[in-house]
């Protein structure tokens, strides 16, 4: 056993309950409890004089772009502040006036910190300068740069194959950045680039690029003022992209409609008050959802088959429901699909669904004559051994309406970290793409290997079995984001080295290598300056819009450097002078790397000039109905099968969730304000009916069990809440509950860790 596995870590933090508060559910989300919870951690953070610099340059032009979600900017965004409660948050976290220097490294082991809680964790601050934790060692200790980075070069040189390494990415990073890692990686040897996509989003890249030809959504967010009828399904806007709330709020405006389907009835699509607006701040605010199908989990598919089977009566009994002439001339396997439809009973779709029959009719008839469909997602369809199966049937009802390559319909898919989209569209990627290799090697002058790499839950397998001994992570915090915590964090301590670009302490920085390295970055909001000149980063949003970021903050350390310039003098301490590539000079300067983005990256041409101000949309095959590159040149439809659980009658189906006071595996605070649940993350929403069928009272505590493959999880100690949930589902927060999550259980093709339906039975403690 290594000197490593004989520290007294813990994988998960403390499982202490910090005194639960609770209350009724929110029945409209913003308004001025958000403003002035939004103040109030501004103020903690930042102070005054920080946070009246940095908002009012928060997603503007000349500006930076928000470091939380990838929601785009309107063209012209608002005066008052083009910013929601959780990216006041996300800012306050990154310019936080707390530091973790060396004195805290010597103050605290390794071991002390693996106890803290991830608030804790989080709440520690900005780290300053790069750190070491040798082999056997408890502590961290200051290292130069030109040391750590010798270190990687050294580790990167012993391996016998570049496959025992892994670069994992995060969606924070820029395009700049993320260009050169994998350009990095490639060099190296390898396609080994997991990406944290693999962990949210994969299901709807897959999807979407086998039906339409793109990973990405359609739409722009000029499309919401525009659209008819906006599903939202499987998402919580109110909480993890509270912008799209002000599009919503636009297109009830202007006559559409709202249709939610979710297991939960979320605060933020039952009413919005606007913040901006006297009827925000002093009237109701604006009443969003018409429709909400509160459907059981991952029963989407039955629910929307239910849909399209009552659509298909009215378009045989009245017509003018389905787009002939879209169909004939765009699409392929029209046939197939209708028959399929046929072959399902209506009333068993229904009950699978979990939805009552008149909510469904209600929905059918707001779809039936209507054209303009936009269909929004997130994990709450892609997390599911079925995840690109669903997005699939969203694509059939969207094709079978002609609602794509026109105003106000397309498809929607809701991504998570900032600029995740952007680093997937710059090479960030664990497959082989022919045509970047051939622009790669054109440019660059070396053969980039042509083998497929890992994705995160095959990289994390490989280094569970010692296949893969080096793990260099581009932000985040692979090991709470991850499924399997435990098996998770075995499978970094069996490596050698461990190295994270981060900006602040996280749980990553715990659960290392026999050796491990924190290499400390700029943030998002600060100044990235070289030789007296103000350089700035692009990013690219949700919808597909590219556009520039630029800090203006002092630093919170002179020691800092910027991602890209760390990957440089990795590559240049690796590679040294002898390659056709000069890293440290191509990494110091931004226009040069988009220059190279522009030459190997189609639709990125001259990226610097096009990129100031709002910016500019990168080519979408779907806004111009060209399926060229699908079979027969169409747009697919597609059979997609039921989902297949088959719980015992003691088990459950679990959703992992976020709360208010979190993004991703940051925790911001421990409320979750719109759900009603204060001071607490280790609690499980569950109906009341069970409650009482399992014996059970509020905030009793619970133990819960996952079995797969004979293989038990247990996730311990979580308080009982009653909720407005379907009969036979839980829900409870992420990363706590990661730990029930398998590793070997994930959705076909895309692989994403089955994190919305989790089989779990439930003891009382």
């Known amino acids: 056993m290594s000197d490593q596995k004989k520290r007294n870590l813990s994988i998960l933090g403390t499982d202490a309950f910090t005194g639960i508060k609770t209350q009724a559910p929110a029945q409209y989300a913003a308004g001025i409890p958000a403003v002035k919870v939004a103040i109030q951690h501004a103020m903690k953070e930042m102070g005054l004089v920080k946070a009246a610099k940095v908002l009012p340059k928060m997603n503007q032009k000349e500006g930076f772009d928000c470091p939380g979600c990838a929601w785009p900017d309107p063209e012209k965004p608002s005066k008052l502040g083009e910013y929601c409660e959780n990216g006041v948050k996300a800012i306050a976290e990154e310019a936080t006036q707390q530091t973790v220097d060396r004195d805290f490294f010597a103050k605290h082991s390794v071991e002390e910190l693996s106890h803290w809680s991830d608030y804790q964790i989080g709440k520690a601050g900005r780290l300053t300068e790069p750190m070491l934790l040798r082999a056997g060692s408890t502590h961290y200790e200051p290292i130069s740069w030109e040391a750590a980075y010798e270190q990687v070069a050294k580790s990167l040189t012993e391996l016998i194959h570049p496959d025992q390494a892994i670069f994992y990415t995060s969606g924070r990073s820029s395009n700049e950045a993320a260009f050169l890692y994998g350009l990095f990686a490639r060099a190296f040897g390898t396609n080994n680039m997991p990406d944290c996509s693999n962990m949210c989003h994969e299901s709807s890249g897959v999807a979407l690029g086998e039906t339409l030809g793109i990973g990405k959504g359609s739409v722009t967010l000029d499309d919401f003022d525009q659209a008819e009828v906006v599903m939202v399904i499987g998402q919580n806007p109110g909480t993890n992209h509270p912008r799209m709330l002000s599009a919503l709020q636009k297109c009830k405006e202007n006559g559409g409609k709202v249709i939610s389907i979710n297991p939960l009835e979320e605060a933020g699509l039952i009413r919005f008050k606007n913040p901006q607006e006297i009827k925000g701040v002093l009237g109701g605010g604006q009443a969003l959802t018409d429709i909400h199908l509160q459907v059981k989990i991952n029963q989407d598919i039955p629910l929307l088959k239910a849909i399209l089977k009552q659509l298909l009566h009215i378009e045989r009994t009245e017509g003018d429901v389905f787009d002939h002439d879209f169909i004939q001339q765009y699409t392929q396997g029209y046939e197939p699909l209708i028959a399929d439809i046929d072959t399902y009973d209506l009333s068993s779709l229904i009950e699978q669904s979990g939805v009552a029959v008149e909510k469904i009719t209600a929905a059918v008839q707001l779809l039936a004559k209507r054209k303009k469909i936009i269909v929004c997602w997130a994990m709450g369809l892609t997390q599911h051994k079925n995840g690109v199966a669903n997005i699939k049937e969203c694509v059939n009802l969207l094709l079978l309406k002609g609602s794509l390559g026109k105003p106000g319909a397309g498809t929607c898919p809701v991504r998570g970290h900032s600029n995740v989209q952007g680093d997937r569209t710059v090479g960030i990627m664990h497959h ?334």
């Not at 924190?518 to 007296?532: F, H, V, Y």
């Open 432 to 765: 082989v793409s022919p045509v970047l290799n051939q622009a790669i090697q054109k440019t660059f002058g070396f053969t980039p290997p042509d083998h497929q790499g890992f994705d995160t839950v095959h990289a994390i397998q490989a280094m569970h079995q010692k296949k893969a001994s080096v793990f260099i992570a581009l932000g985040g915090n692979f090991v709470s984001a991850a499924s399997d915590s435990m098996y998770t964090a075995t499978a970094l301590q069996n490596c050698k080295l461990t190295v994270q670009i981060s900006t602040k302490l996280n749980r990553s920085h715990l659960i290392t290598g026999e050796t491990a390295l924190i290499l400390p970055t700029l943030g998002r909001s600060e100044m990235d300056q070289k030789n007296g000149k103000r350089r700035f980063f692009t990013v690219e949003n949700s919808m597909g819009k590219v556009h520039q970021s630029k800090g203006l903050l002092s630093p919170i350390s002179n020691t800092l450097q910027s991602e890209p310039e760390i990957i440089g003098n990795i590559a240049h301490a690796y590679f040294g002078e002898k390659h056709t590539i000069a890293w440290k000079t191509l990494s110091e300067d931004y226009d040069q790397i988009r220059q190279k983005i522009a030459a190997v990256i189609k639709g990125c041409e001259n990226i610097t000039q096009r990129s100031q101000g709002t910016g500019f949309y990168l080519p979408n095959n779907v806004r111009t109905l060209d399926f060229s590159k699908l079979p027969n040149g169409k747009a697919q439809f597609t059979c997609c099968d039921l989902p297949q659980h088959h719980l015992e009658q003691d088990e459950f189906l679990l959703m992992t969730i976020r709360s208010h006071d979190q993004f991703n595996t940051t925790i911001y605070g421990l409320d979750d304000r719109y759900r009603g649940i204060y001071n607490e993350r280790r609690i499980v929403l569950i109906h009341p009916d069970d409650m009482k069928t399992h014996g059970l009272t509020k905030l009793d505590t619970i133990d819960m069990m996952s079995i797969y493959n004979g293989q038990q999880r247990i996730a311990h100690k979580f308080l009982v809440i009653p909720y407005n949930i379907p009969k036979g589902n839980l829900a409870a927060y992420f990363p706590e509950t990661n730990v029930l999550i398998p590793h070997d259980q994930y959705a076909d093709k895309s692989h994403t860790p089955i994190s919305k339906s989790i089989k779990v039975r439930i003891k009382l403690v």
